[in-house]
């Protein structure tokens, strides 16, 4: 019988797969893709980030080996195919499903580095790469801007979660509480910064080629994120 905190962990997994499923599965539906794309965006959303952490690792792809994993992130893109013209705002579910994917696999990724025997600056590496590379192909196949290059706050709240579960770790917390931890702080930093639109400061310079900026931030534009929270697709 599984000790409980590997169920924990495997309950963990399969939220932030779904969540993350979900996610590139409304960026799938924003691009009017057809199943074949859905498919594809949920799966490079939700097992990109992983799968890089192990490649880099060296240890095996973990999700070659989870049939379950897969078959999971296939019915939440099927779902959002055929559920996704009764959703009024798409946009806001989008962002809410990727937030609690970042959440839970910046947490996972840098355990798993952790387990591996990584140091605690690649752990945390990990944990954000984990979280944010599968979301970063989903962006460039959907001809969107990442959001981990976007000044909203997201690589650091991905970090934060990880590097709050390391510490807590370290200080010899029990390692699930220090695991729920990290990622609901992860989350928060990420929802508040959703709901409040906050952002990280952007280059205030000129162009490279000498010009100014044709398109000057405004106070607006630094609410983009509340925006398009309350406003439909």
Do not use: H, N
């Not at 599984?2 to 499923?21: H, K, Q, S, V």
């Not at 959440?103 to 580095?113: I, K, R, S, W």
């Not at 600056?121 to 590379?133: E, H, K, N, Q, R």
């Not at 970090?159 to 699930?176: D, P, S």
């Amino acid at each position: 019988m599984a000790a409980p905190f590997d169920l924990a962990l495997e309950a963990l997994g399969w939220i932030g797969t779904a969540a993350f499923a979900t996610a590139g599965a409304l960026t799938a539906a924003r691009k009017r893709m057809d199943p074949v794309g859905f498919l594809l965006v949920a799966g490079v959303t939700a097992f990109g980030g992983g799968a890089l952490r192990d490649l880099l690792l060296g240890l095996p792809v973990a999700w070659l080996s989870r049939p379950d994993l897969a078959l999971l992130a296939a019915i939440c893109a099927l779902a959002v195919f055929f559920a996704a013209p009764r959703v009024e705002r798409r946009v806001a579910l989008l962002l809410w499903a990727d937030a609690a994917g970042m959440a839970v696999f910046a947490v996972l990724g840098a355990e798993a580095a952790s387990r591996a025997g990584a140091a605690t600056w690649v752990a945390v590496l990990m944990g954000v790469m984990t979280a944010s590379f599968g979301g970063l192909i989903r962006d460039v196949i959907c001809g969107e801007i990442p959001l981990i290059l976007r000044r909203e706050i997201y690589a650091t709240a991905a970090a934060a979660g990880a590097g709050l579960f390391l510490v807590l770790q370290a200080l010899g917390a029990e390692r699930a509480v220090a695991i729920g931890a990290g990622a609901l702080a992860a989350f928060a930093i990420r929802a508040a910064a959703l709901g409040g639109g906050w952002s990280l400061p952007a280059y205030g310079g000129q162009a490279a080629s000498g010009a100014a900026d044709p398109v000057p931030e405004t106070a607006a534009s630094r609410t983009e994120a509340t925006r398009r929270i309350s406003s439909p697709p």
